[in-house]
Structures are given as C-alpha cells and as structure tokens.
C-alpha cells in the first residue's frame, strides 16, 4: 500500500513507546504532510541529540556535557542523592523542582520474572559513591510497584552498614485525591505512613 521509506518510517515511529501501528500511521503522515515544518526540524534535532546526547558517568543523567548539569551545579546539596530508576523518574523531579540534591539513576528495577538483578542495574557504582563519603542521606524514589519495593528494600539493606541515612519518597493519597476513587493499596499505604499534623 506504502512504499519502502514510508513503511519503514511507520516501523520506526511504532516502536516508541506509546504509539502502536496506527499512532505510527498517523504521525508517518503528518510528519510528512508537513516536511519543512517537522519533519526535518525532527530529523534535525535527532541526529543532533544522537550525536551529542551521553549518559553522565556520576549518576546515569542523560545530557549533553559529562558530568551532566546537575552534578556539576555547585548549588546542588552534594549530601542528598536520590535513587530513582530510569532518567525519566529524575526529569519528572526535576519539573517540581522540589529536590535540590543529586540523583543516582538505576537503569530499571530489580525483577525475578524478567532475570534482572542487582549486577544489571548501576547498584554496584552507587554503592562506591556512598562508600566515598560525603553522602549523609539516600532517597529511595523507585517505583511503588513490586520490583521497586525489591529494589528498595535491596538497597536499603546494602547501605545499611554504611550508617548513610535511607529513606523513601512518601506514598498515599494524592494532592486532590478522593479517598472514593484510590485504590486498595494507596489507601494501606496512607494509612500507614501517617504523620501527626
């Protein structure tokens, strides 16, 4: 029906994450309905961003420079470092600009279904940083799935002799959330993790 370039453009744009064949369909077609406005300004910014873009040797950030912005910024609190799994935990962070400390990036979860353990994931390089010194505190920020908790409850038992302070991001009822509409277990999980007003 489409022509090689065409179909291999469909197959390209299909494997990112969140668009099936048809997303890819469309977007294919609109890429190329609209060539000099974006389909190369696209072409462009990934060739560059394949070209520049490395992963920072420190904590596993995605940028153009190494070490990244971040753990090159002297106002950033050296003394807190947060654990998150994958770079897109720390950008979503970074938006609320509430952390001002470093980040550790696993690059994933701990998972026994899918054969990942703690050697695939960057523990051994987060471990040498505490051991270093300098690090009074470590934020578990992994997810609250199953394998995040793993990973949590690895970490939190590989840093224990450390005497490094670990704690964890808090879990439970959301900003605006209605207890009629949350589920089970955010609801075990406020309840447990109250705090006296």
């Excluded at 969140?18 to 609109?30: F, K, M, N, Y």
């Excluded at 394949?50 to 050296?78: F, K, Q």
């Excluded at 578990?140 to 704690?167: E, I, K, N």
Aim: net charge neutral.
């Amino acid at each position: 029906m489409v022509g090689p370039e065409i179909e291999r453009l469909i197959q390209a744009l299909a494997r990112l994450p969140g668009l099936g064949p048809r997303s890819a369909r469309r977007a294919a077609l609109h890429l190329l309905k609209h060539r000099e406005r974006l389909l190369q300004p696209l072409a462009e910014a990934l060739l560059a961003a394949g070209r520049a873009v490395v992963p920072c040797a420190v904590c596993g950030n995605l940028d153009s420079r190494d070490p990244c912005g971040i753990c090159a910024d002297p106002r950033r609190d050296a003394s807190m470092v947060c654990v998150v799994e994958e770079v897109a935990d720390l950008w979503a962070l970074e938006r609320g600009s509430a952390f001002r400390g470093r980040y550790h990036v696993l690059g994933g979860a701990m998972s026994a279904l899918d054969g990942i353990g703690p050697d695939q994931l960057a523990i051994p390089s987060l471990l040498r940083r505490v051991e270093a010194g300098g690090i009074g505190e470590v934020i578990l920020a992994t997810g609250a799935t199953v394998d995040g908790q793993t990973t949590a409850h690895y970490l939190a038992d590989r840093l224990a002799p450390s005497g490094v302070r670990v704690s964890s991001l808090a879990r439970g009822v959301p900003v605006g959330g209605e207890l009629d509409y949350l589920d089970d277990g955010t609801l075990s999980a406020a309840l447990r993790d109250r705090r006296p007003l």
